[in-house]
């Protein structure tokens, strides 16, 4: 039974707190470790759990501490506020005041539920025995040690430094940090708001705000009717979370159909070789044009006859980066690709025509590779060579909204060593309890899955030349993977 009094938490404003994911703290609850009540934990039960943590090593502070110039405008940083980490100590110092306070609380609500049923015993005490109830239960309410590492206090600092906000009809719920517009919050927590311009230009970003204030951040120049600024609406795009706890209403894609067709002029960032037969292209886009994806989604690249020096080229690619960060796009350009209308844009890549500051025009998205939210199962991603690249914008996407409890990544090569980025999947896999990862060569693939008894009940992703992944994607309906289970991405 968890105690009346004990500041409950939210399992997601727990994660926060401890710096891991939601996931992993549901698991403890399955598993006994931790007691939970209508979806909420104690601070207590936390404190219990997590004796050991403190302020240095709580992923979630390390990520206040990330909090860089423009949290507070620079004029009232050098001018008028201490600095940052002078604010931080503050605020501590402060949420341990407040702490204790609740904790002694705590103690004398406790004792007056003592004193409660005592009196409503048969026969009712003596008055003496009342007061040497009284005596002893205020000496230790008084008198109670604080814990060494105070979990309230760490959480009460948190409070101020990222707000917690939960996004209606969908639930969904992400964190602020520092003064970061809501738009950008909600984009790095891997959900997909309605948007546009991301410039407080075209209105497409509007929320209404059902709880809690907001503050504006940037200039806007779009005009709400009467009737939206009586219901609150605001731009996520130019406005923060002011309150510590916010509730919005916002129209959310949840399909490819929900996000519209675009057409972008982007310019090359940087080329760069990953491989004999793979390289990076870093495409950016204007700050005030951003493309809207789903991870996993593909684009049609462009590049005109005055840039490829030639004839215009096109080409349809994967994007491999995560849709949380919408300016930057990744591209892994094979020299061999297997879409002949393809083939054009590769050499544009491999023959050294491409150079940073050219004009590529982005159309799209298209497809409809993505992750199917809200299923409980495990995940197992298949990529075959640059198959990975949908399969890493996936799996980014995945560890941001925490997905699944368990992710397993395959990546098979056509030839020895072929997995381009090695470094990337060794440090996941350090880094995420539950992540797990195999290279291996193509033909090793069979056997590999086979050895995973379990996977009829996982969602499969698989992505890779069109020939490889039909045969594989036959194999694994046989061994059972439901279709619907199942995901496949020709390339
Ligand atoms: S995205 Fe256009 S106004 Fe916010």
């Known amino acids: 039974m968890l105690g009346s009094m004990s500041q409950r938490l939210t399992l997601s404003r727990a994660a926060h707190l401890l710096g891991i994911s939601r996931v992993a ?3 403890r609850i399955r598993e006994g470790e931790l007691p939970s009540f209508d979806g909420m934990v104690t601070v207590d039960e936390l404190q219990r759990g997590w004796p050991e943590l403190n302020l240095e090593e709580s992923g979630s502070f390390e990520k206040t501490r990330e909090i860089r110039e423009d949290a507070f405008a620079r004029r009232l940083r050098e001018r008028v506020l201490p600095t940052q980490e002078a604010l931080a100590q503050r605020l501590f110092a402060q949420g341990q005041e407040l702490a204790e306070l609740q904790r002694t609380l705590t103690r004398y609500h406790t004792l007056f539920e003592l004193i409660q049923v005592r009196l409503a015993a048969s026969p009712p005490p003596a008055a003496e025995d009342i007061g040497r109830l009284l005596d002893e239960g205020m000496a230790q309410a008084l008198g109670a040690p604080a814990p060494e590492h105070d979990m309230a206090a760490l959480d009460a600092m948190l409070r101020v430094m990222s707000a917690h906000v939960t996004v209606r009809p969908s639930g969904r719920e992400f964190f602020v940090e520092g003064s970061e517009t ?4 909600a984009l790095r927590a891997g959900l997909s708001p309605n948007y546009g311009c991301g410039n407080g230009v075209c209105g497409l970003c509007k929320a209404r705000v059902v709880e809690g204030d907001v503050r504006t951040v940037s200039p806007s120049d779009y005009r709400f009717t009467e009737a939206e600024k009586a219901q609150d609406h605001v731009l996520m795009c130019a406005c923060t979370a002011l309150s510590s706890d916010l509730v919005l209403e916002v129209l959310e894609a949840g399909a490819p ?12 960032r940087s080329i760069e070789v990953l491989s004999d037969d793979v390289m990076r292209l870093h495409l950016q886009t204007p700050r005030s044009n951003r493309l809207r994806f789903l991870a996993g989604q593909r684009v049609t690249l462009g590049v005109s006859a005055d840039v490829a020096g030639g004839s215009d080229l096109h080409g349809e690619l994967p994007v491999a980066s995560c849709p949380c960060d919408d300016r930057n796009l990744i591209f892994h350009v094979s020299r061999a690709h297997s879409r002949p209308a393809s083939a054009d844009f590769s050499r544009y890549v491999f023959d050294g025509k491409a150079k940073p500051g050219d004009e590529v025009s982005v159309w799209g998205p298209w497809g409809r590779f993505v992750l199917e939210e809200g299923s409980p199962r495990p995940l197992v991603f298949i990529a075959i060579d640059t198959g990975f690249a949908p399969i890493n914008s996936l799996l980014e996407h995945a560890m941001a909204v925490d997905a699944a409890e368990t992710i397993t990544l395959y990546w098979a090569s056509s030839r020895p060593g072929g997995q381009y980025l090695p470094k990337q999947c060794r440090a996941w896999e350090e880094a995420l309890d539950e992540f797990s990862y195999q290279a291996l060569a193509v033909d090793e693939l069979p056997a590999a899955l086979a050895a995973h008894s379990a996977l009829p009940g996982c969602d499969v992703y698989l992505a890779g030349a069109a020939e490889q992944v039909e045969q594989l994607a036959t194999a694994l309906l046989a061994a059972g993977v439901p279709p619907q ?5 020709s390339l």
Do not use: M, T
């Open 182 to 185: 809501l738009l950008k919050a």
């Open 257 to 268: 159909e929900d996000i519209p067709e675009q057409r972008i002029v982007a310019k090359v």
């Open 25 to 27: 703290l549901q698991k």
């Open 485 to 489: 289970q199942l995901h496949v991405e």
